[in-house]
């Protein structure tokens, strides 16, 4: 099945090997990812940033495991914004199951921790998240993001998933159960945003995912922070076509 395009291409999100290099720190401080090792990897890496996420995706794959990171983030992205629910849920196990491969053969790689959860959560939000918690996948989530941030201690888009992981357990089963069966918190919660926006302090997804989990957790009380969040994340400058469709994702929150 041919995968969406892009809908927002744009001049600013092309990066040359040089200007990606220039701007590596600040397009991967949310998940920590260290410089490719290769030319192709680069090229892998500027049709990411420009939003070519299928031709991303084949590229870190025709590498193997040293492109698993472009081609996994490439296939999340492609699934969660541009893909209808089939083909969301079918791509998202796609990339659980090579992060499964990877963390035994790269125990030491904090993205096949991170991309495994991000997918499984992912995963979890379209079946429901009561059906998820009843196979256990809470569990395979929480303990892949905890050995990302044991792996990688500022890997920020990891505190925002353990933020979401609080907060939809609290959404669905209640405060008590949460903490007594997934050791889920409020608290928690809370904590996991705030760090992330304290290592990412200009990220839009930090303040859109903020924003849900206080509604999850704190509803109509919730709500005008929340607000505030979303506006500041659709306010905010896109440096590559993740970052546009995170800022898009803002606006359409707020309009809705």
């Given at each position: 099945?041919?995968?969406?395009?892009?809908?927002?291409?744009?001049?600013?999100?092309?990066?040359?090997?040089?200007?990606?290099?220039?701007?590596?720190?600040?397009?991967?401080?949310?998940?920590?990812?260290?410089?490719?090792r290769?030319?192709?990897?680069?090229?892998?890496?500027?049709?990411f940033?420009?939003g070519?996420?299928?031709?991303?995706?084949?590229?870190?794959?025709?590498?193997?495991?040293?492109?698993?990171?472009?081609?996994?983030?490439?296939?999340?992205?492609?699934?969660?914004?541009?893909s209808?629910?089939?083909?969301?849920?079918?791509?998202?196990?796609?990339?659980?199951e090579r992060?499964?491969?990877?963390?035994?053969?790269?125990?030491d790689s904090?993205?096949?921790?991170?991309?495994h959860?991000?997918?499984?959560?992912?995963?979890?939000?379209?079946?429901?998240?009561?059906?998820a918690?009843?196979r256990?996948?809470?569990g395979q989530?929480?303990?892949?993001?905890?050995?990302?941030?044991r792996?990688?201690?500022?890997?920020?888009d990891?505190?925002?998933?353990?933020?979401?992981?609080?907060?939809?357990?609290?959404?669905?089963?209640?405060?008590?159960?949460?903490?007594?069966?997934?050791g889920?918190?409020?608290?928690?919660?809370?904590?996991?945003?705030r760090?992330?926006?304290e290592?990412?302090?200009?990220?839009?997804?930090?303040?859109?995912?903020?924003?849900?989990?206080?509604?999850l957790?704190?509803?109509?009380?919730?709500?005008?922070?929340?607000?505030?969040?979303?506006?500041?994340?659709?306010?905010?400058?896109?440096?590559?076509?993740?970052?546009?469709?995170?800022?898009?994702?803002?606006?359409?929150?707020?309009a809705?």
């Amino acid at each position: 099945m041919a995968w969406k395009p892009f809908p927002y291409p744009s001049a600013d999100y092309e990066y040359s090997s040089a200007t990606l290099k220039r701007a590596w720190p600040a397009l991967h401080a949310g998940d920590a990812e260290p410089w490719p090792r290769s030319a192709a990897l680069v090229g892998a890496w500027i049709d990411f940033h420009a939003g070519r996420f299928e031709q991303a995706a084949q590229a870190g794959l025709e590498r193997g495991l040293a492109g698993y990171s472009v081609a996994n983030k490439a296939s999340c992205m492609q699934a969660v914004y541009l893909s209808d629910r089939t083909r969301k849920c079918a791509l998202l196990l796609e990339v659980a199951e090579r992060c499964t491969h990877q963390q035994k053969e790269q125990p030491d790689s904090a993205a096949a921790f991170y991309w495994h959860a991000f997918a499984l959560g992912r995963h979890a939000q379209e079946i429901s998240v009561l059906e998820a918690l009843a196979r256990g996948v809470a569990g395979q989530v929480r303990s892949s993001l905890d050995t990302t941030l044991r792996l990688e201690p500022r890997h920020a888009d990891a505190h925002i998933a353990l933020g979401v992981y609080h907060a939809e357990i609290i959404d669905k089963v209640g405060a008590l159960v949460g903490a007594l069966t997934y050791g889920a918190s409020r608290d928690e919660a809370l904590r996991h945003f705030r760090r992330a926006l304290e290592l990412i302090p200009g990220s839009a997804i930090a303040r859109v995912e903020y924003a849900r989990g206080l509604q999850l957790i704190d509803g109509r009380a919730g709500a005008a922070q929340a607000r505030e969040l979303r506006e500041q994340a659709a306010a905010s400058t896109a440096h590559d076509a993740m970052e546009r469709l995170d800022i898009e994702r803002a606006r359409q929150e707020i309009a809705a």
